[in-house]
């Protein structure tokens, strides 16, 4: 097993510094398991691509980065199995090449399945689940070092998926997977709000996936990005609601050059190319930004939106960009979707961390009577007081995570902050 000490201590955007002294990397799972059981606390790292303590440990990082990154794909059950720490860029590739897809994609295609499985990431779509939805099985090493497979319909498979590394170290998840297809993307610009806002569903629904980039300030919508699933039998979109169809390529950030980008100007091509917005051969920024999300029930959204243009004065100063997404709902205990569809609302800050947490309680205030539910691996100020009410499994998760991990080898300051109650 190699054993380093951890060099970088810095997570992917440079924001948080992990305390733990060494990281393993097993390369086997047997390596896994001894790590594992011989470690007094213990977390999994992933690609580095959350923004908080989630993944940090007073004890050992555990990466995945070298674990049996082999693919298996049952053809006759349409789904594949794959270790935790393998991207899912990676993975799509894979995948598009064998003839078959994922459902969805989220906007950046570098981050670790383990990772984005347990933080409830995803894409968008109206009729899209999370990444997480997906997962029809999953091999968990828990704190004796033994392995735990779980599998969808088993007792409490629901409340282990969206985990947040509190159950064990996921080595393998079985993901649904369906034949690959092509998809075209589409970018329009300057938007009018209130063409949107009069037809909500209708303009979400416009495109298998839809993404609006907004600084929240003025009445445009500053680019609307449609993903069009070409096997749909639906018509393509040839306009959106006012906006203008692009006429270059176009970066989520204003100013910044589109090549990193995955293919616009309504060209089709395989999903593992369309649905992510970055290309995975690229790092698509420098890292230098902050991210913070929180979700409400579709029910919501006018009113959410809303709550967010008012406070643009605040917001627009901090923000490069926003993006505001949709989401179907699932039965996964701890998803931001839980039992609710839903819209996304992302925030992608300037690196200025002081100011940023200091305007996240309004932000969150505001958006307090839409039951908002906070993206686990991003930046927000909620604790388990606040979060316990608008999760209707949330005792159950803690009973869960208590049975499974009696003695706190999995416990971390983000856990005792948001899920236990425990002060920092």
């Known amino acids: 097993m190699i054993e380093e000490q951890v060099r970088d201590r810095l997570n992917w955007a440079g924001n948080y510094e992990y305390s733990a002294r060494t990281i393993e990397l097993p390369t086997t799972l047997a390596e896994l398991q001894r790590a594992v059981a011989g470690a007094t ?50 993975l799509a590739e894979h995948l ?21 499985v347990a933080t409830a990431t995803h894409g968008s779509g109206d009729g899209n689940g999370n990444l997480a939805t997906a997962v029809v099985a999953l091999e968990l090493v828990t704190a004796s070092g033994d392995v735990l497979t779980v599998s969808k319909g088993d007792e409490d498979f629901d409340g282990m998926v969206v985990g947040l590394g509190a159950l064990g170290i996921v080595h393998r998840a079985t993901l649904r997977i369906e034949p690959s297809f092509d998809v075209r993307q589409d970018v329009f610009t300057d938007v009018p709000w209130d ?15 839809v993404s609006l980039f907004t600084d929240w300030s003025g009445d445009t919508i500053g680019q609307a990005w449609l993903k069009s699933r070409m096997d749909s039998g639906s018509a393509v ?3 959106f609601y006012g906006g203008a169809a692009a006429d270059r390529a176009y970066h989520p950030v204003p100013g910044v050059a589109a090549d990193h980008c995955t293919q616009q100007f309504g060209v089709p091509g395989p999903w593992s190319d369309r649905l992510a917005h970055f290309r995975l051969a690229f790092t698509p920024s420098n890292g230098e930004e902050l991210q ?3 979700l409400v029930g ?11 243009r008012a406070l643009a004065p605040r917001i627009t100063p901090l923000l490069q960009v926003s993006e505001v997404r949709s989401m179907a709902a699932d039965e996964l205990w701890l998803s931001n979707n839980y039992q609710r569809a839903g819209i996304g609302l992302h925030f992608t800050w300037k690196p200025a961390q002081p100011q940023v947490e200091e305007l996240l309680p309004e932000i969150e205030a505001a958006l307090a009577p839409f039951a908002m539910r906070p993206h686990w691996g991003k930046l927000f100020t909620m604790d388990a007081a606040q979060l316990a009410p608008l999760y209707p499994r949330f005792g159950d998760f803690q009973a869960l995570a208590r049975r499974t991990d009696p003695e706190g080898k999995f416990r ?8 236990f109650g425990k002060p920092a």
Request: aromatic share 6%.
């Open 292 to 294: 913070t999300e929180y």
């Open 298 to 308: 579709r029910e919501h959204a006018l009113g959410a939106i809303a709550a967010m």
């Open 41 to 90: 606390r213990v977390s999994a790292l992933g690609s580095r691509h959350s923004f908080n303590d989630i993944a940090d440990t007073p004890g050992t990082l555990v990466s995945l980065d070298v674990l049996d990154p082999a693919v298996e794909i049952d053809e006759a059950a349409l789904t594949v199995t794959v270790s935790a720490g393998v991207r899912y860029g990676v």
């Open 237 to 239: 979109p040839d306009q």
């Open 96 to 116: 598009q090449r064998r003839g078959f897809a994922l459902h969805n994609l989220a906007s950046l295609p570098h981050i670790s399945i383990g990772g984005a």
């Open 412 to 419: 971390n300051a983000f856990l005792d902050r948001t899920i």
């Open 195 to 209: 063409a949107v806002l009069a037809d909500y569903d209708a303009a979400t629904s416009s495109a298998y996936s």
